[in-house]
């Protein structure tokens, strides 16, 4: 009995300390896919230019910011920052101004195709935006909107809405509807009660989601290179460029891209998270 | 002066009916509960006169002012909700002040009438805290004082004391009560909880599938329960129903035994007793002891009279063993009749 059973007992604790190793593997590999780009471009771009270029390449940076300041007096640049950060603004005015009503709608109230205006929403973001980009560029000559800012934002809102409606419908569901109902019992109009007991609890979520939108925009590549000729944006400007510009340029533009994104989004991955929690409901 | 009148109110939620046309009126500074199981109606009544809900039928009148047309906040009345809905982003003064600051009044009577009711329900150290911050208790406690602040003529109250522990309940019971009493507000007080009923109402309105089924004051729903339903639903444990048979003009005869009744033509009827209305005697309704749970104050018999359920309350000092035949006497000034096709009182 007892020799029958020793084998087994001293099997187990071997494949348990398999499937650690197998586990710890798998999240070493996922933080390496992530992280390893970024340490690259982190690099490279506090590196001065010669570096970059250079052979071997260093592991740390020499902290140059020659890369840096290149990149900054590269002719285009500036306005193409600019760009970026008025089309993400409008971007994320619309899409909060639009997307939050929607949320609070679906939260709130129940009307017929409630669940098929769910899916439609998400929906959106399955069309491929190549197969709407040519027509859309049609549509925006003719109404005059083509090579402008708020043109490009009109397209960047709609990929930003369907998370702008979802983050803020989990907001709002998350706000029991009993705080409103006892504000209209204590003399608030409805939209006295969502002034006075709803903005207030659902703020920093509303924020975040205003920042996700604004992220979304601020990486968009695709439309922005469509949409746009003379007005281009930091990402489509750095597409343009991809081919005639130095590596120093490409690096430190990379980075400008990316830290604000990746800060923006850590500061906002509860409410992220509590979007995602809403697909099991 | 705020008499409550509800005229003919139906809900319907699609093809389910909420409630059958409902008739009350509620007397000025009166406390009605509306008592009954979940999924009764009794909510949805409540939020109807609250205006959270609107109802398919009828009107509501508060105070002679026909109300049902109007949102919530011009119908003169304060809700307390079961989850107490404390805003959290608020302290507990500026919670119990809400109300009045829609109001528009000033600061000075503000302060004089937050301080007055968080004194009245004990919470006036609580008042720069959160609701985070309370217990389940405190926050109750906030939630009245809330309501009260705005010296309604009507405080609606769903279920407020369900989600506390049973000792604080019995607490709080007494302490509404008395705060209600004083206030002399009309009181409309939704709970499923009979002690609660009993014990704090002027009267009961006790509902069933959407219909009030008996409105009258705790002791005639407990002595003369008006349905079926009542009988089972109100007492602790309930009242016992056997069915009798016709033995005569006005004579009725139960598990072998004869007792005077109502002169109804008909073969068969219910007859209805309280297990504490029992006691045992020489002669009596043979029943056959199943249980024993002696409860301390008295001693509950649960029996068996031919394949029906019997309960008895007896003195404590009964000596009295499972399988034991007892023979026991209904007091006959307690037996209540009941129709079994229309389960109404005869």
């Known amino acids: 009995m007892t020799d029958a059973t020793q084998p087994i007992a001293a099997a187990r604790p071997d494949r348990r300390r398999a499937a650690k190793l197998l586990f710890g593997a798998t999240i070493?590999?996922?933080?390496?896919?992530?992280?390893?780009?970024?340490?690259?471009?982190?690099?490279?771009?506090?590196?001065?230019?010669?570096?970059?270029?250079?052979?071997?390449?260093?592991?740390f940076p020499s902290f140059d910011l020659a890369s840096m300041r290149f990149f900054?007096?590269?002719?285009?640049?500036?306005?193409?920052?600019?760009?970026?950060?008025?089309?993400?603004?409008?971007?994320?005015?619309?899409?909060?101004?639009?997307?939050?009503?929607a949320g609070y709608a679906l939260s709130r109230f129940d009307f017929p195709g409630k669940n098929l205006f769910r899916v439609l929403v998400l929906m959106t973001r399955a069309f491929p935006l190549p197969l709407l980009a040519l027509p859309l560029a049609v549509m925006f000559i003719r109404v005059g909107l083509d090579d402008t800012v708020f043109g490009l934002a009109l397209v960047h809102t709609t990929l930003a809405l369907p998370f702008a409606v979802l983050i803020t419908f989990s907001l709002f569901s998350g706000v029991p509807i009993e705080l409103e109902e006892a504000a209209w019992t204590l003399g608030c109009t409805r939209l006295g009660a969502f002034r006075k007991v709803v903005m207030p609890l659902v703020m920093p979520g509303l924020a975040a989601s205003a920042v996700f939108a604004f992220v979304i925009s601020w990486n968009e590549v695709f439309a922005a290179a469509v949409l746009t000729i003379k007005n281009r944006t930091l990402t489509a400007f750095l597409l343009q460029s991809l081919d005639v510009s130095p590596l120093p340029l490409k690096f430190a533009g990379g980075a400008v891209l990316v830290i604000p994104a990746l800060i923006f989004i850590f500061a906002v991955r509860k409410y992220l998270f509590a979007m995602w929690g809403i697909a099991n409901r | 002066m705020a008499e409550i009148q509800i005229k003919g109110v139906a809900k319907r939620f699609g093809s389910f009916t909420a409630l059958h046309s409902i008739d009350l009126t509620i007397a000025d500074q009166e406390f009605v509960v509306l008592l009954g199981a979940s999924g009764c109606g009794k909510t949805t009544l409540l939020r109807i006169i609250a205006g959270l809900e609107t109802p398919s039928e009828g009107e509501v009148w508060i105070g002679g002012r026909r109300i049902d047309h109007l949102p919530p906040r011009q119908r003169g009345i304060a809700m307390v909700f079961q989850n107490y809905a404390v805003f959290p982003h608020l302290t507990v003064f500026e919670n119990i002040a809400f109300g009045l600051r829609m109001q528009k009044i000033e600061d000075s009577e503000v302060e004089r009438r937050v301080s007055r009711?968080?004194?009245?329900?004990?919470?006036?150290?609580?008042l720069k805290r959160y609701s985070g911050q309370l217990s389940g208790g405190q926050r109750q406690r906030v939630a009245v004082a809330r309501a009260m602040a705005m010296e309604p003529e009507v405080i609606l109250m769903d279920e407020p004391l369900s989600n506390l522990d049973a000792l604080l309940r019995m607490e709080m019971r007494a302490e509404l009560k008395g705060v209600l009493a004083e206030s002399k507000t009309t009181t409309i007080y939704v709970t499923h909880d009979q002690v609660e009923a009993m014990s704090m109402a002027d009267r009961i309105a006790v509902m069933h599938q959407g219909k009030i089924v008996q409105a009258a004051s705790?002791?005639?729903?407990?002595?003369?329960?008006a349905a079926h339903f009542v009988g089972g639903f109100i007492g602790n444990p309930p009242m016992n129903f056997l069915t009798a048979n016709s033995a005569g003009e006005g004579r009725w005869e139960v598990a072998g035994q004869t007792y005077d009744g109502p002169a109804a033509a008909r073969k068969t009827i219910d007859f209805a007793i309280r297990p504490e209305d029992l006691e045992p005697a020489e002669q009596g309704i043979a029943a056959t002891v199943r249980v024993v749970e002696p409860l301390g104050?008295?001693?509950?018999?649960?029996?068996?009279?031919?394949?029906?359920?019997?309960?008895?309350?007896?003195?404590?000092?009964?000596?009295?063993?499972?399988?034991?035949v007892l023979h026991l006497q209904p007091r006959p000034d307690r037996i209540r009749w009941f129709d079994p096709d229309t389960t109404l009182a005869i």
Not at chain 1, 35 to 54: D, F, M
Not at chain 1, 85 to 99: E, N, Q, R
Not at chain 2, 218 to 225: D, K, T
Request: proline share 6%; hydrophobic share 50%; charged share 15%.
């Open chain 1, 28 to 59: 070493v590999l996922f933080c390496a896919w992530v992280l390893v780009p970024i340490y690259l471009l982190a690099v490279n771009t506090l590196s001065s230019p010669e570096e970059v270029t250079g052979f071997p390449k260093r592991f």
């Open chain 1, 72 to 101: 900054i007096e590269f002719a285009g640049v500036g306005r193409a920052l600019w760009n970026s950060i008025m089309t993400a603004s409008i971007t994320m005015v619309l899409a909060v101004l639009i997307g939050a009503p």
């Open chain 2, 117 to 126: 009711t968080a004194e009245l329900m004990h919470i006036e150290q609580l």
């Open chain 2, 218 to 225: 705790p002791v005639e729903v407990y002595r003369n329960p």
């Open chain 2, 297 to 324: 104050a008295h001693t509950l018999a649960t029996c068996d009279v031919g394949g029906h359920l019997l309960r008895a309350v007896l003195e404590s000092d009964t000596v009295v063993r499972s399988g034991d």
